[in-house]
């Protein structure tokens, strides 16, 4: 199957700084790409939508000032967290996938980003 | 919107036993279902999903799920465990035609010896 890489795998860092998050498809063109936030022991909870070229789509709730998504080619999205705060420790998954937004195309998970902000 | 029930956190269970996972959902509108697994430190892979066609669908490793509209269920089964099964899994819905994922909490399913 189709691979997708997240790095780094675990980073730690100091309140108020900025984090970003790299997810890679490595061997397909990823034309969307979807950013999730996966509390302990909850499930995933999308945060947004990115197509290669435009803007994410956030979801409710989500600030799109706080958790900026990049989506400049079709093998790259990033996500930063802005300002982070001990609140945004969590592991962020990203998934990948080559189809069209409105259809069924599976997606492509990567590995996750352990966040811890201190 | 869609909403995904797993009810059992964990499934404790012996090695070559059966299992079944549960799953229900809730959607006003015509639903994907899917099965996914998470081996620690590694990303999801899909185990198997339901589109359309025959309610029963089987998956890799073993696995396979039923749909069943009635029930609004898609609770998934292996009838002999192994020892690698041991992960967690999640079941997620998606309305029909679209990709947007919504995950149930996940059920860590532990195979002993």
């Known amino acids: 199957g189709a691979v997708v890489s997240q790095h780094p795998s675990r980073v730690i860092c100091k309140s108020g700084t900025s984090v970003k998050i790299e997810c890679r498809s490595l061997?397909?063109?990823?034309?969307?790409m979807f950013w999730y936030r996966q509390f302990p022991k909850k499930s995933l909870m999308l945060m947004a939508t990115?197509?290669?070229?435009?803007?994410?789509?956030?979801e409710q709730g989500v600030e799109k000032d706080k958790f900026l998504i990049n989506h400049a080619s079709l093998t790259l999205s990033t996500l930063t967290v802005t300002s982070a705060h001990p609140e945004d420790s969590s592991f962020y998954i990203c998934?990948?996938?080559?189809?069209?937004?409105?259809?069924?195309?599976?997606?492509?998970f990567g590995p996750g980003t352990r966040l811890t902000v201190l | 919107a869609q909403s995904v029930t797993q009810l059992d956190s964990q499934v404790p269970v012996f090695e070559e036993a059966p299992v079944e996972l549960r799953c229900n959902y809730s959607?006003?509108?015509?639903?994907?279902l899917f099965w996914y697994v998470q081996y620690p430190n590694q990303g999801l892979q899909l185990l198997l999903k339901?589109?359309?066609?025959?309610?029963l669908v089987k998956g890799i490793n073993g696995f396979e799920a039923e749909f069943n509209k009635s029930q609004t269920s898609f609770h998934l089964r292996k009838p002999s465990v192994h020892i690698s099964d041991t992960a967690e899994y999640f079941c997620?819905?998606?309305?029909?035609?679209?990709?947007?994922?919504?995950f149930g909490t996940g059920t860590r399913l532990l195979v002993s010896p």
């Open positions: 998934s990948a996938t080559s189809g069209e937004t409105f259809s069924y195309n599976e997606q492509f």
């Open positions: 061997d397909f063109q990823a034309t969307t």
């Open positions: 990115s197509n290669e070229g435009s803007k994410a789509t956030y």
């Open positions: 959607s006003s509108v015509s639903v994907y």
């Open positions: 339901y589109l359309s066609g025959s309610t």
């Open positions: 997620a819905v998606s309305e029909a035609g679209f990709q947007k994922l919504v």
